[in-house]
């Protein structure tokens, strides 16, 4: 196997994304992974004292959702719809990211 090399980094593989199907409502939307760089930031707003559980929910909704891309008034919207589905969509984009269940902060730390 090839040692990897400083010049190599750059041109390593990206995070996986997929299509997920919402059958419940007829739709798809386009997920992707998160990097590294952004689970530390995510995780900083789990930790931090201004922000809540919800704050990292939208934020992982934005930065996951590339297809359509959604602004906070879009979540808002969003949230007043079937929690079963959101829920789906959650466990869609937590078993994407390798977690496969609920995020907690612990698994953020630096």
């Known amino acids: 196997m090839k040692k990897l090399k400083i010049e190599?980094?750059?041109n390593l593989p990206n995070v996986p994304s997929k299509t997920y199907e919402i059958k419940e409502w007829g739709f798809s939307i386009e997920i992707q992974g998160i990097s590294k760089a952004k689970q530390i930031e995510l995780g900083r707003i789990v930790e931090a004292n201004?922000?809540?559980?919800?704050d990292y929910q939208k934020e992982l909704l934005k930065a996951c959702i590339v297809e359509p891309e959604l602004s906070d008034k879009d979540i808002d919207e969003l949230y007043k719809k079937d929690s079963a589905v959101i829920d789906n969509i959650f466990l869609e984009i937590n078993t994407l990211n390798g977690l496969g269940g609920s995020a907690k902060a612990e698994q953020f730390q630096d």
């Open 8 to 10: 190599d980094i750059q």
């Open 50 to 54: 201004e922000t809540d559980a919800f």
